[in-house]
Protein backbone atom coordinates (compact mmCIF):
# COMPACT_ATOMS: atom_id res chain seq x y z
CA UNK A 1 0.00 0.00 0.00
CA UNK A 2 2.03 3.03 -1.22
CA UNK A 3 -1.04 5.77 -0.58
CA UNK A 4 0.86 9.07 -1.61
CA UNK A 5 5.02 8.70 -2.07
CA UNK A 6 6.46 12.10 -2.43
CA UNK A 7 10.63 12.44 -3.36
CA UNK A 8 13.20 13.78 -2.67
CA UNK A 9 12.58 13.65 1.29
CA UNK A 10 15.64 15.99 1.63
CA UNK A 11 17.31 18.93 -0.49
CA UNK A 12 19.55 21.82 -0.22
CA UNK A 13 19.18 24.34 -2.90
CA UNK A 14 21.61 27.43 -3.70
CA UNK A 15 19.74 30.72 -3.87
CA UNK A 16 18.08 31.24 -7.60
CA UNK A 17 18.22 27.45 -8.31
CA UNK A 18 15.21 25.31 -9.25
CA UNK A 19 13.90 21.55 -8.96
CA UNK A 20 10.93 19.93 -8.50
CA UNK A 21 9.33 17.93 -5.81
CA UNK A 22 7.42 14.87 -7.43
CA UNK A 23 4.39 13.72 -5.97
CA UNK A 24 2.68 10.12 -7.19
CA UNK A 25 -0.53 8.67 -5.39
CA UNK A 26 -1.70 5.15 -6.33
CA UNK A 27 -5.14 5.24 -4.78
CA UNK A 28 -6.95 6.87 -8.24
CA UNK A 29 -8.19 9.99 -6.66
CA UNK A 30 -8.96 13.37 -8.28
CA UNK A 31 -8.05 15.60 -6.12
CA UNK A 32 -4.22 16.12 -5.13
CA UNK A 33 -3.05 19.23 -3.18
CA UNK A 34 0.43 20.71 -1.99
CA UNK A 35 0.99 22.40 1.41
CA UNK A 36 3.52 23.71 2.85
CA UNK A 37 4.47 23.42 6.66
CA UNK A 38 6.28 26.16 8.50
CA UNK A 39 7.14 25.83 12.74
CA UNK A 40 4.02 27.83 14.02
CA UNK A 41 2.01 28.44 11.24
CA UNK A 42 0.43 25.11 10.25
CA UNK A 43 -0.46 24.02 6.73
CA UNK A 44 -0.73 26.12 4.19
CA UNK A 45 -2.10 25.42 0.66
CA UNK A 46 -0.06 26.12 -2.31
CA UNK A 47 -1.83 24.82 -4.92
CA UNK A 48 -4.60 21.96 -6.09
CA UNK A 49 -5.58 19.67 -8.45
CA UNK A 50 -9.45 18.56 -9.18
CA UNK A 51 -8.34 16.04 -11.25
CA UNK A 52 -5.77 15.85 -14.90
CA UNK A 53 -5.27 19.11 -16.47
CA UNK A 54 -7.15 20.95 -13.86
CA UNK A 55 -4.99 22.90 -11.65
CA UNK A 56 -5.87 26.33 -9.52
CA UNK A 57 -3.84 28.16 -6.85
CA UNK A 58 -4.37 28.02 -3.07
CA UNK A 59 -3.51 30.03 -0.49
CA UNK A 60 0.19 30.29 -1.39
CA UNK A 61 1.17 29.98 -4.94
CA UNK A 62 3.71 32.50 -5.41
CA UNK A 63 6.96 31.18 -6.79
CA UNK A 64 5.75 27.55 -7.32
CA UNK A 65 3.95 25.93 -10.62
CA UNK A 66 2.39 22.66 -10.88
CA UNK A 67 1.21 20.67 -13.58
CA UNK A 68 -1.25 17.33 -13.50
CA UNK A 69 -0.19 15.32 -16.83
CA UNK A 70 -1.76 11.83 -15.11
CA UNK A 71 -3.91 11.30 -12.18
CA UNK A 72 -1.30 9.73 -10.59
CA UNK A 73 1.12 12.45 -10.49
CA UNK A 74 1.11 16.01 -9.23
CA UNK A 75 4.71 17.57 -9.68
CA UNK A 76 5.04 20.95 -7.74
CA UNK A 77 8.17 23.19 -9.36
CA UNK A 78 10.02 25.70 -7.91
CA UNK A 79 11.91 28.02 -10.59
CA UNK A 80 13.93 30.29 -8.90
CA UNK A 81 14.58 29.45 -5.26
CA UNK A 82 14.72 31.65 -2.55
CA UNK A 83 14.96 31.41 1.41
CA UNK A 84 11.86 31.96 2.19
CA UNK A 85 10.50 28.55 0.44
CA UNK A 86 12.71 26.79 3.11
CA UNK A 87 9.92 24.25 4.18
CA UNK A 88 8.51 20.95 4.62
CA UNK A 89 6.41 20.50 1.73
CA UNK A 90 3.21 17.69 1.62
CA UNK A 91 1.13 16.51 -0.97
CA UNK A 92 -1.92 14.68 -0.56
CA UNK A 93 -4.66 13.52 -2.18
CA UNK A 94 -8.40 12.64 -1.34
CA UNK A 95 -11.24 10.87 -3.59
CA UNK A 96 -13.34 14.26 -3.55
CA UNK A 97 -13.17 17.61 -2.48
CA UNK A 98 -11.81 17.89 1.16
CA UNK A 99 -15.35 18.31 2.53
CA UNK A 100 -14.71 14.94 4.34
CA UNK A 101 -11.29 15.80 6.05
CA UNK A 102 -10.04 12.52 4.10
CA UNK A 103 -6.74 13.54 3.10
CA UNK A 104 -4.07 10.56 2.07
CA UNK A 105 -0.73 13.05 3.12
CA UNK A 106 2.45 11.76 2.27
CA UNK A 107 5.59 11.18 4.57
CA UNK A 108 6.86 15.23 3.43
CA UNK A 109 9.70 17.04 1.24
CA UNK A 110 11.83 19.28 3.62
CA UNK A 111 13.51 21.41 1.36
CA UNK A 112 16.58 23.99 2.51
CA UNK A 113 17.63 27.15 0.23
CA UNK A 114 20.77 28.93 1.62
CA UNK B 1 -11.14 34.51 5.29
CA UNK B 2 -11.45 31.19 7.54
CA UNK B 3 -8.54 30.94 9.92
CA UNK B 4 -7.96 28.61 12.64
CA UNK B 5 -6.12 28.87 16.17
CA UNK B 6 -4.64 26.30 18.10
CA UNK B 7 -3.44 28.01 21.50
CA UNK B 8 -0.89 25.81 22.58
CA UNK B 9 2.40 25.24 20.65
CA UNK B 10 3.85 22.65 22.66
CA UNK B 11 2.19 20.48 25.39
CA UNK B 12 4.18 18.32 28.01
CA UNK B 13 2.68 16.00 29.79
CA UNK B 14 3.23 12.64 31.94
CA UNK B 15 1.89 9.48 30.86
CA UNK B 16 -2.06 8.82 31.91
CA UNK B 17 -2.58 12.40 32.46
CA UNK B 18 -5.52 13.99 30.69
CA UNK B 19 -5.34 15.87 27.91
CA UNK B 20 -6.73 18.84 26.47
CA UNK B 21 -5.83 20.89 23.20
CA UNK B 22 -7.37 23.98 22.36
CA UNK B 23 -8.98 24.99 19.10
CA UNK B 24 -10.92 28.00 17.47
CA UNK B 25 -11.73 28.94 14.22
CA UNK B 26 -13.14 32.09 12.97
CA UNK B 27 -16.29 31.25 9.87
CA UNK B 28 -19.71 32.13 10.77
CA UNK B 29 -20.96 29.49 8.09
CA UNK B 30 -21.31 25.79 8.11
CA UNK B 31 -17.90 24.24 8.67
CA UNK B 32 -16.74 20.75 8.83
CA UNK B 33 -14.17 20.20 11.67
CA UNK B 34 -10.80 17.85 11.60
CA UNK B 35 -8.18 16.96 14.04
CA UNK B 36 -5.32 15.67 12.55
CA UNK B 37 -2.19 13.64 13.83
CA UNK B 38 1.46 13.76 12.59
CA UNK B 39 3.66 10.81 14.62
CA UNK B 40 7.22 11.16 14.26
CA UNK B 41 8.63 10.43 11.36
CA UNK B 42 5.25 9.84 10.05
CA UNK B 43 2.30 11.19 7.77
CA UNK B 44 -0.91 12.94 8.18
CA UNK B 45 -3.52 10.86 9.54
CA UNK B 46 -6.83 11.68 10.34
CA UNK B 47 -7.77 11.22 13.92
CA UNK B 48 -11.53 12.15 13.89
CA UNK B 49 -13.93 14.28 12.21
CA UNK B 50 -17.26 16.42 12.72
CA UNK B 51 -19.84 16.89 10.22
CA UNK B 52 -23.07 17.70 12.25
CA UNK B 53 -25.31 15.94 15.03
CA UNK B 54 -23.84 15.25 18.36
CA UNK B 55 -20.87 17.83 19.02
CA UNK B 56 -18.71 14.94 20.71
CA UNK B 57 -17.13 12.98 18.52
CA UNK B 58 -14.99 9.72 19.06
CA UNK B 59 -12.15 9.25 17.09
CA UNK B 60 -9.24 6.68 17.03
CA UNK B 61 -6.95 5.56 19.88
CA UNK B 62 -9.55 6.79 22.59
CA UNK B 63 -9.42 10.37 21.40
CA UNK B 64 -12.76 12.32 21.43
CA UNK B 65 -13.56 16.21 20.22
CA UNK B 66 -16.24 18.65 21.25
CA UNK B 67 -17.95 21.63 18.94
CA UNK B 68 -19.07 24.46 20.66
CA UNK B 69 -20.81 26.29 18.01
CA UNK B 70 -20.95 29.18 20.26
CA UNK B 71 -17.53 29.36 20.97
CA UNK B 72 -16.05 28.31 17.55
CA UNK B 73 -14.57 25.88 19.20
CA UNK B 74 -13.28 22.11 18.66
CA UNK B 75 -11.13 20.90 21.39
CA UNK B 76 -9.58 17.26 21.46
CA UNK B 77 -9.47 15.19 24.51
CA UNK B 78 -8.12 12.17 25.46
CA UNK B 79 -8.80 11.12 29.81
CA UNK B 80 -5.53 9.29 29.98
CA UNK B 81 -2.56 9.64 27.43
CA UNK B 82 0.18 7.23 26.73
CA UNK B 83 3.94 7.59 25.69
CA UNK B 84 2.66 6.53 22.14
CA UNK B 85 0.47 9.76 21.80
CA UNK B 86 4.04 11.71 21.03
CA UNK B 87 3.25 13.47 18.17
CA UNK B 88 2.04 16.64 16.64
CA UNK B 89 -1.57 17.54 16.30
CA UNK B 90 -3.56 19.55 13.65
CA UNK B 91 -7.23 20.93 13.66
CA UNK B 92 -8.50 21.71 10.50
CA UNK B 93 -11.99 23.42 9.39
CA UNK B 94 -13.46 23.06 5.88
CA UNK B 95 -16.20 25.40 4.69
CA UNK B 96 -19.38 23.69 3.59
CA UNK B 97 -20.22 26.57 1.11
CA UNK B 98 -18.79 29.70 0.08
CA UNK B 99 -14.87 31.27 -1.68
CA UNK B 100 -13.21 28.61 -0.16
CA UNK B 101 -15.31 25.57 -0.45
CA UNK B 102 -13.79 22.45 0.03
CA UNK B 103 -10.27 23.78 0.94
CA UNK B 104 -8.85 22.29 4.20
CA UNK B 105 -7.57 25.86 6.84
CA UNK B 106 -5.25 24.17 9.38
CA UNK B 107 -3.97 25.44 12.60
CA UNK B 108 -0.66 26.22 13.35
CA UNK B 109 0.06 22.94 15.15
CA UNK B 110 0.57 21.57 18.61
CA UNK B 111 3.49 19.74 19.60
CA UNK B 112 1.99 16.64 22.28
CA UNK B 113 5.53 15.25 24.24
CA UNK B 114 4.16 12.69 26.85
CA UNK B 115 6.85 11.77 29.40
CA UNK B 116 6.90 7.81 30.40
Known amino acids: NAGVTQTPKFRILKIGQSMTLQCTQDMNHNYMYWYRQDPGMGLKLIYY???????DKGEVPNGYNVSRSTTEDFPLRLELAAPSQTSVYFC?????????????FGEGSRLTVL | AQSVSQHNHHVILSEAASLELGCNYSYGGTVNLFWYVQYPGQHLQLLLKYFSGDPLVKGIKGFEAEFIKSKFSFNLRKPSVQWSDTAEYFC??????????????FGQGTILTVHP
Open chain 1, 49 to 55: SVGAGIT
Open chain 1, 92 to 104: ASSAGLALDGELF
Open chain 2, 92 to 105: AVVNAGGTSYGKLT
